[in-house]
């Protein structure tokens, strides 16, 4: 669980809003704190194989969220990326997403 905003939030649901567009594969979320300190969801995302990360489909999947979750809920950044960092029995590896989001370029890096 992740407290946004002083509000319970579940990874899952946001996940799920984001399972639901037709262009995400597979989608993990972990919580970051911003530039004041506070956390906010953060999304990495495995496009199908017919998509490719761009900034219009950042912003194609954010108004998405925006439609299905509350307003804090919403990821404030998306990754795009080609798997998921997993454990031999298939568990998405969250640690291994915070503590990589410091460095891996955004979608920015897609042009």
């Known amino acids: 669980m992740l407290k946004v905003g002083g509000i319970w939030c579940s990874p899952f649901e946001v996940e799920s809003a984001l399972n639901d567009h037709p262009k995400v594969f597979e989608a993990a979320v972990v919580g970051r704190p911003d530039a004041q300190g506070l956390i ?50 298939g568990k998405t590896m969250r640690f291994v997403l915070r503590e990589t989001s410091a460095i891996t370029p955004s979608v920015d890096a897609y042009a």
């Open 40 to 89: 906010k969801p953060e999304a990495w995302v495995v496009l199908t194989k017919d998509s490719k990360g761009s900034r219009e489909l950042e912003r194609d999947l954010l108004k998405h969220c925006k439609n299905a979750l509350a307003p804090y809920k919403y990821p404030r950044k998306v990754h795009f990326v080609t798997e998921l960092p997993k454990t031999t029995t």
